[in-house]
Nanobody
């Protein structure tokens, strides 16, 4: 069982930045993948950015060049740095991980609102 706890959401003006954090109860470098998804009102949950255990990173086209993911193994924390935010980035952001046996876990979500 892995617990994921997100923090760092909030309200920001368009063009601004936010950093989300996800604290994991296990060793993040043992995960097959760890990353972020988001769900806007009336829309399906979508991948934002995911880091796999082989070091590769998968991005949504809409966030390339603006969002980055980083891992802090000492604190078992994953960060999502979001720059040049747009109103269409408004959503609930969820931390996600896949561990051995392809078990998947989700955080509770954190709201990000970008005002125009």
């Amino acid at each position: 069982q892995v617990q994921l706890v997100e923090s760092g959401g909030g309200l920001v003006q368009a063009g601004g930045s936010l950093r989300l954090s996800c604290a994991a109860s296990g060793s993040i470098f043992s995960f097959k993948s760890v990353g972020w998804y988001r769900q806007a009102p009336g829309k399906q949950r979508e991948l934002v950015i995911v880091k796999t255990s082989d070091g590769s990173t998968n991005y949504a086209d809409s966030v390339k060049g603006r969002f980055t993911i980083s891992r802090d193994g000492a604190r078992n924390t994953v960060h999502l740095q979001m720059n040049s935010l747009k109103p269409e980035d408004t959503a609930v952001y969820y931390c996600n991980c896949v561990v051995s046996g392809y078990r998947e876990y989700w955080g509770q979500g954190t709201q990000v609102t970008v005002a125009s």
